[in-house]
């Protein structure tokens, strides 16, 4: 299992701390958030994107993905996708993640399935893979899988499993992977005190099931830690608890079949 650390925990610090945290905690990825208050966003000139990228290459840290905000459900939202992807393939990101961000109509899904369709192609011509969250309008893996489907273009288009987001939606774990497996890019744990308080923990101290969920990832696969720490100013800050995360997710991590013995 490869670890990964998102930056929405880590609001408000430099890049260059940034990428000194994840790599001396052990993480081997991080997942950049993009927001025009962030180090990323589309309005980066080049010469800005080549010193993001440096700045990770030094480290030795892969920059995993962008963290997007667009709502790919919603038809009244405008933002761009090939700009994403054009800075993703700048800053040598493997995916791109979307949110679906429907209405709650039967057009939902046309509308998601319509615009992935549309912007995969230039996905693959970046090798870039467009990755559709579970979350808000289509939150479990029954709802993004049905999305997916229809878009029919694994090698441009996929999926991000938010563990918690499945979990608040009713799926058990088995079910939300046995959705999501054919399309899955990466997933994303994080962990909370209830349903109703979603304030972000210490990995291993809530209630969300994320032995269950790691236990059925591919080993080689990409795990990263969302702490939501954004939007949750109260919440303790995320350096103090990097490196017991990382011995959490290493202790979880599931392990390859042993080769048989010969003789």
């Known amino acids: 299992m490869r670890l990964a650390l998102s930056t929405l925990g880590l609001p408000g610090i430099p890049l260059a701390e940034v990428a000194r945290l994840v790599a001396r905690a052990g993480f081997r990825g991080v997942e950049l958030r993009v927001h025009p208050e962030a180090h990323v966003h589309p309005g980066l000139d080049a010469r800005q994107r080549r010193a993001v990228a440096a700045e990770f290459e030094a480290s030795g840290i892969e920059i ?10 919603d038809p009244d939202d ?35 399935v319509r615009r992935l369709a549309s912007a995969a192609h230039l996905a693959r011509e970046g090798n870039i893979r467009i990755l559709l969250e579970t979350h808000d309008s289509h939150r479990t893996g029954e709802a993004t899988a049905r999305v997916l489907d229809r878009v029919g273009d694994p090698d441009g288009v996929g ?27 990466y997933t994303q744990v994080k962990d909370i ?23 059925l990832l591919p080993p080689d696969g990409w795990v990263c830690w969302e702490y939501e720490k954004r939007w949750y100013p109260e919440a303790a800050p995320l350096p103090g608890l990097l490196c017991a995360g990382q011995r959490y997710l290493t202790s979880m991590a599931p392990r390859a079949p042993a080769a048989p013995r010969e003789g």
């Open 78 to 112: 405008d933002t761009e996708l090939g700009q994403l992807l054009t800075l993703a393939g700048d800053l040598g990101a493997g995916y791109l993640r979307v949110f679906p961000g429907g209405k709650g109509s039967r057009a939902d899904d046309d509308t998601a």
């Open 159 to 185: 999926a991000l499993w938010d563990v918690m987001h499945t979990w608040l939606g009713g799926e058990s774990p088995a079910e939300s992977y046995g959705h999501l497996a054919p399309h899955l890019g």
């Open 64 to 73: 995993l993905a962008l963290a997007g905000y667009a709502r790919v459900a």
């Open 193 to 215: 005190a209830s349903a109703e308080d979603t304030t972000p923990l210490a990995l291993g101290t809530g209630v969300l099931p994320l032995a269950e969920c790691l236990a």
